[in-house]
């Protein structure tokens, strides 16, 4: 018997059965059409939730982070200046990147609940009168904070600037999961991976490249060999892969686009907007608020709930997995203790969550900290009872 509970760790998320059972496929020869047959749906339909017109996406066999350094070694070279605020664990970790591969980052520090500093990003191009900064790399969904930034504004401060900078973007907790619109945009480089919207077992780093950062790969002297975009294209174009491509998960991933269309994008984002809204209203019911430091910057992947003075979140965490086999996240860096999270993204229901909501409390009340149970699902339940869920609508 399985007792396997929901996750709501902020990735790897919950793999819906069709999923697993997509990712199941016998041995086959990926030199063979059959390949090609299963990839091409593939790599269409990521084009087609990146919202992305022109350019490539790139499928490796890797994780966000190797997207992360495929997106820098591709189309940089040792000493380029980058740009890149940093607002929470996860800008953190790619600019530590940047600076491990020789890199000159600019980094713009700003306070952890906070989103990319649109003002300061602007005057950093401005101040940058000879273009040097190569490129602007902006994390979109802040998985560490639960802060979402607005990329469209970015984009305005660099046009605003008349900068040619790259603008890539960290994409892994939101793609699949919250509105993207790469060309809309102008995003050079996308990154995504596979355990997080697109709710498949992690091995996959997933980038939409656009024309333009391909053309700086021309130039880029970064070493690469396994993430040479080059190499991947070219075997592209016969139909196959450059060495062995992970078959199992990429015949999972085209499933994944599919069951996204199959949903509707916009009641994807839908659901996920109304049940991180389920959410927030739990945490308000507990006293408590999200890191996030005001609305405009709601995450509706993840919330990192910030605990009352005294307790400590990562206690909750350590609770809720020994005592009742569910998963929250961490806190991550200087918020370690100071909050719980809370991932609402991927296969996730309004029953789902309210569980996930239920043993929170639950963990709250066996560690002593000051709620009433029941407290939050009551909100949360109000809240979704209120609203329709779009997917039910579409289908009644
Ligand atoms: C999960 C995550 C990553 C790292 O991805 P891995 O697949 O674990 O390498 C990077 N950025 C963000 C915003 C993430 O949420």
């Given at each position: 018997m399985s007792m396997q509970n929901p996750v709501f760790i902020p990735g790897p998320t919950n793999i819906p059965e069709e999923i697993r059972k997509a990712c199941d496929v016998p041995t086959l020869d990926h030199r063979s059409p059959r390949f090609a047959q299963m990839f091409k749906p593939a790599l269409a339909g990521v084009r087609r939730v990146l919202n992305m017109e022109a350019g490539e996406v790139i499928i490796l066999p890797a994780t966000g982070t190797g997207g992360w350094e495929a997106a820098i070694t591709n189309t940089l070279s040792p000493g380029d200046r980058i740009l890149a605020p940093r607002y929470g664990m996860f800008s953190h970790r790619w600019i530590d990147m940047c600076q491990r591969h020789r890199l000159d980052v600019?980094?713009?520090?700003?306070?952890?609940?906070?989103?990319?500093?649109?003002?300061?990003?602007?005057?950093?191009?401005?101040?940058?009168?000879?273009?040097?900064?190569?490129a602007v790399l902006v994390t979109h969904n802040e998985t560490a904070t639960g802060v979402r930034s607005d990329i469209a504004?970015?984009?305005?401060?660099?046009?605003?600037?008349?900068?040619?900078?790259?603008?890539?973007?960290?994409?892994?907790?939101?793609?699949?999961?919250?509105?993207?619109?790469?060309?809309?945009?102008?995003?050079d480089i996308a990154v995504a991976g596979s355990q997080k919207g697109f709710m498949l077992p992690a091995g996959l780093a997933i980038l939409g490249v656009s024309p333009k950062a391909l053309a700086a790969m021309e130039r880029a002297k970064l070493p690469r060999t396994f993430f040479d975009f080059k190499d991947m294209l070219a075997a592209y174009a016969a139909g196959g892969y450059p060495y062995t491509p992970a078959v199992g998960l990429i015949s999972g991933l085209a499933r994944s686009v599919e069951m996204l269309e199959e949903e509707g994008l916009e009641a994807v984002y839908a659901r996920h907007h109304r049940l991180a809204e389920a959410t927030r209203q739990a945490v308000a019911a507990w006293n408590m608020r999200p890191c996030a430091v005001n609305r405009d910057?709601?995450?509706?992947?993840?919330?990192?709930?910030?605990?009352?003075?005294?307790?400590?979140?990562?206690?909750?965490?350590?609770?809720?997995?020994?005592?009742?086999?569910?998963?929250?996240?961490?806190g991550l860096g200087e918020l370690a203790g100071k909050v719980f999270r809370i991932g609402h993204l991927g296969m996730l229901t309004d029953v789902m969550l309210l569980s996930g909501l239920a043993t929170a409390e639950m963990c709250m009340a066996d560690l002593g900290w000051k709620i009433r149970l029941g407290s939050g699902v009551a909100?949360?339940?109000?809240?979704?009872r209120q609203t329709q869920s779009e997917r039910l609508a579409t289908a009644a």
């Open positions: 600019q980094v713009l520090d700003v306070p952890w609940g906070q989103g990319a500093p649109l003002a300061k990003i602007e005057a950093a191009l401005r101040r940058d009168g000879d273009h040097s900064i190569q504004a970015v984009r305005r401060a660099l046009d605003a600037a008349a900068h040619p900078a790259l603008l890539f973007v960290d994409g892994v907790s939101s793609i699949g999961s919250m509105p993207f619109d790469m060309t809309g945009w102008g995003v910057l709601y995450s509706d992947t993840v919330t990192a709930v910030v605990v009352p003075e005294g307790c400590d979140g990562t206690e909750l965490v350590r609770l809720a997995a020994s005592k009742y086999g569910v998963a929250f996240g961490v909100a949360a339940q109000e809240y979704l």
